[in-house]
């Protein structure tokens, strides 16, 4: 079984950056494809890493702004956040699939003020 810890979120002004980052404890995530989500209303898809290639994708509300990261050394997977918007505002959750079972973090806030 795997745990997954999100940090990172706070309030900010929009046009900031900020960093989130999700490391895992329990076992080894290095080589599973890892996602970031928010939710404000409904939980939406927002970027996605590649377990063993690194590919990386995007939603399109983020494409451009928004990178996703990994440190296989430090089981962690980032997501960097610049020019945040207020409709940015939600609570992010990164997710791992492993033996069909999806775990996610606790999720962290995240507040862009306009």
């Known amino acids: 079984q795997v745990q997954l810890f999100e940090s990172g979120g706070r309030l900010v002004q929009a046009g900031a950056s900020l960093r989130l980052s999700c490391t895992a404890s329990?076992?080894?995530?290095?080589?599973?494809?890892m996602g970031w989500f928010r939710q404000s209303n409904g939980r939406d898809f927002v970027a996605a890493i590649g377990?063993?290639?690194?590919?990386?994708y995007y939603a399109d509300s983020v494409q451009g702004r928004f990178t996703i990261s990994r440190d296989n050394a430090k089981n962690t997977v980032y997501l960097q956040m610049n020019s945040l918007k207020p409709e940015d505002t939600a609570v992010y959750y990164c997710?791992?699939?492993?033996?069909?079972?999806?775990?996610w973090g606790q999720g962290t806030q995240v507040t862009v003020s306009s």
């Open positions: 329990g076992r080894s995530v290095s080589n599973r494809p």
């Open positions: 377990g063993t290639d690194d590919n990386t």
């Open positions: 997710k791992v699939t492993m033996s069909w079972t999806d775990y």
